[in-house]
């Protein structure tokens, strides 16, 4: 699995934009890249997750060069509500061969008014 | 749907003492998991079960069992807890189909245990 690199925290205001940008040299051809994020006293939930160039929900946007070595999610517009801790995982699909999702520290991500 | 429920919310055990951790989740899922999380820290795995019948250790599986019940539940067990094991504790699931993209997993409310 490879191995993910994000910054610890992050400060933002309400209404900027928010970019988190991860590392992932090593990731494997049939790598996908997935964020989940994480508010206090719950448990993950999911948030995006892309293969290559750009993908967007309701949520956020994943932003993915070429190379796929790093990632950047982009959440709009932020509120005092997205304050919460950030994941990037990286991994094969899981096709029944499940299944083990690396989550590391995390981006702490804390939005001021 | 409730999703994925965990059970009980809070619990202090002393040293030594044993107890179940419970989950269910009413989505058909086929793997579930457990993980722990750290102050501090990300989640960790300890045991997952791919499908019913079957389960896998994890990154940090020792002092821990599982059992999956059935389809729909599966429960981490500490035989003696240690002041080690104190931490939250979340289930997830995920639905395992073949091929297609990463799996999305949903995760509990957690357990928050502390051990004296």
């Known amino acids: 699995l490879a191995k993910t690199t994000q910054p610890i925290s992050m400060d933002s205001y309400e209404g900027q934009e928010v970019n988190i940008t991860c590392s992932h040299n090593?990731?494997?051809?049939?790598?996908?890249i997935t964020w989940y994020q994480q508010f206090p006293s719950q448990g993950p939930r999911f948030i995006i997750q892309?293969?290559?160039t750009k993908v967007t929900n309701e949520v956020a946007s994943l932003f993915i060069p070429a190379d796929r070595k790093s990632s950047t999610l982009s959440l709009p517009r932020v509120s005092l509500s997205d304050t919460a801790v950030y994941y990037c995982?990286?991994?094969?699909?899981?096709?029944?061969?499940?299944?083990?999702?690396?989550f590391g520290q995390g981006t702490t991500l804390q939005v001021k008014p | 749907n409730a999703g994925v429920t965990q059970t009980p919310k809070f619990q202090v055990l002393k040293t030594g003492q044993s107890m179940t951790l419970q989950c269910a989740q009413d989505?058909?899922?086929?793997?579930m998991y457990w993980y722990r999380q750290d102050p501090g820290m990300g989640l960790r795995l300890i045991y997952y079960s791919a499908s019913e019948g079957t389960t896998d250790k994890g990154e940090v599986p020792n002092g821990y069992n599982v059992s999956r019940l059935n389809k729909r539940e599966f429960s981490l067990r500490l035989e003696s807890a240690a002041p080690s094991q104190t931490s939250v504790y979340f289930c997830?699931?995920?639905?395992?189909?073949?091929?297609?993209?990463?799996?999305?997993?949903?995760f509990g409310p957690g357990t928050r245990l502390l051990v004296l």
């Open positions: 892309g293969y290559k």
């Open positions: 090593n990731i494997a051809t049939n790598d996908y």
């Open positions: 995982l990286v991994g094969v699909p899981f096709s029944g061969n499940t299944g083990k999702l690396i």
């Open positions: 997830a699931s995920s639905e395992a189909y073949t091929g297609g993209t990463q799996e999305t997993q949903y």
């Open positions: 989505m058909n899922h086929n793997s």
